[in-house]
């Protein structure tokens, strides 16, 4: 089956600082979603981003779809961005998210 | 919009009880939603596909009769775990899929944390 990879695995930050979080996943795919789970365990859907680039206020995320990954940018980061970020690729006709293993983001004052 | 809920959001049980989770859209119709089962400090792993009016499709290593599912309107999907044994407990998490042209997004409900004593 596909496979998703992400990195860092965890990723230690000051607060304002910027980050780069990255999505590779091994076959073409349909659709991508990042999402961040926070503290409580809910999933915030972030971006629905199968190719491209968007943007959300401190938030953008780009997606090379032939070249199977995908970023997501954190710019000016705060506290409450602390939790696990994961990207989830879906492969087409199977509806299917095959979640990545994840970043854990812990931003400090 | 897109919004889902799940109930219970936490649920202690004994050892051999059936404990039933409720997933719900609020806003928005599913034929499609998902379970998915979360370890400590692990990614989501899904377990089932539920669609309105069918019997799940459950993945790979994942017990039909131990994990019932019921899809029984476009709003509500339950998932019931029958004879919870300790081995059980852990992080259930539903989603609804949002279908439109070209689009097929799933939004997530906040989880149910089952602990079975």
């Known amino acids: 089956g596909i496979q998703v990879e992400q990195s860092p695995p965890d990723l230690i930050l000051q607060e304002g600082a910027n980050s780069t979080l990255r999505c590779n996943f091994s076959?073409?795919?349909?659709?991508l979603q990042w999402f961040h789970q926070n503290p409580w365990g809910q999933l915030i859907n972030l971006f629905y981003?199968?190719?491209g680039t968007k943007q959300n206020g401190r938030l953008s995320a780009t997606t090379v779809a032939t070249e199977r990954y995908s970023l997501l940018y954190i710019s000016s980061s705060q506290t409450t961005d602390s939790g696990v970020y994961f990207c989830?690729?879906?492969?087409?006709?199977?509806?299917?998210?095959?979640f990545g293993a994840g970043t854990r983001l812990a931003v400090h004052p | 919009g897109a919004v889902v809920s799940q109930h219970p959001s936490r649920v202690i049980c004994k050892s051999g009880t059936s404990v039933k989770i409720e997933c719900r859209s609020l806003?928005?119709?599913?034929?499609?939603m998902f379970w998915y089962r979360q370890f400590p400090k692990k990614s989501l792993m899904l377990m089932a596909t539920?669609?309105?009016?069918?019997?799940?499709?459950?993945e790979q290593g994942v017990e039909k009769d131990k994990f019932l599912i019921n899809h029984a309107s476009l709003t509500l999907s339950t998932l019931t775990v029958t004879s919870a044994h300790p081995e059980d407990s852990s992080f259930y998490i539903c989603?609804?899929?949002?279908?439109?042209?070209?689009?097929?997004?799933?939004?997530f409900g906040p989880g149910t944390r089952l602990t079975v004593l």
């Open positions: 989603s609804a899929a949002l279908a439109g042209a070209r689009i097929y997004e799933q939004f």
């Open positions: 981003i199968p190719s």
């Open positions: 806003d928005f119709q599913a034929t499609t």
């Open positions: 076959d073409s795919v349909n659709n």
């Open positions: 539920s669609n309105e009016g069918s019997k799940a499709t459950y």
């Open positions: 989830a690729v879906e492969r087409g006709g199977y509806n299917k998210l095959i």
